[in-house]
């Protein structure tokens, strides 16, 4: 009784995974992201495949060991080992749907992906030129650093925006098995950013500074501190 419902219960388990799987492989995604995670999740399945064969096959040898010593099957028992052949089998056929699906659609969703990497990397470029232009080159915001530092803020937050939408490009190429763009102009838009920053970051300090020096007594100053400072800056 114990090998009995034990058979029963692994039967079931397989049942609902592999009807869980079916769902999966019978979807048809056409939009870039949809298809990427399919594409992935599919391969993930094929390496499953053996394992899932084997739970199978598991469950068939043991009602096959009960039969061999005489217990009685119930027949909801051989109904749901008949269903588990016919999902198992309705999975190898729909996988089989998918992959030929993945096959035909990869040529486009390619092709997509591409045109999205050019565009990411125009925008990548548009961000790395605003950062030699407009409130980053005005020297009258040297007395008034904020514009400077709340466009910085801006540019930082869609450079990051960028890179994440870069990792998830090169992930889409790899499982399309394509050569993974370097986005080498990445690099020359955080270095050219971090040199900015640290410009305006260093006027915003030098303004702060210079206001207390100002506004301090004259007889509270530490002038070999300000020194160091001066140095700092300069």
Known sequence: ELVRDLAKAMANRQ???IKKR???VAARPHSLKDFAGYVESISNLKTKEKALTKHVETVEKMYNLLKQHHVMI???DE???DDLH????????KMEEAMKFKEELLPEMSTSLGLSINRLN???DAETAKLSEGVFIDVSNF??????????????QKLDSIEEKAVQFRKFQELFNLMPEEYENLKIAKDKFDATDKLWQTVNRWNEQYDAWMNDEFTTLDVEEINKDVQVFF
């Not at 016919?86 to 056929?93: H, I, R, S």
């Not at 007395?143 to 930082?156: M, N, R, W």
């Open 22 to 24: 079916i769902q999966i």
């Open 79 to 81: 109904v749901q080992l």
């Open 74 to 76: 119930p027949p909801e």
């Open 86 to 93: 016919n999902v198992l089998d309705e999975y190898k056929l």
């Open 122 to 124: 125009q925008n990548l």
């Open 15 to 17: 049942l609902v995974e």
């Open 143 to 156: 007395d008034e650093p904020s514009p400077a530092l709340d466009e910085l803020i801006q540019t930082k």
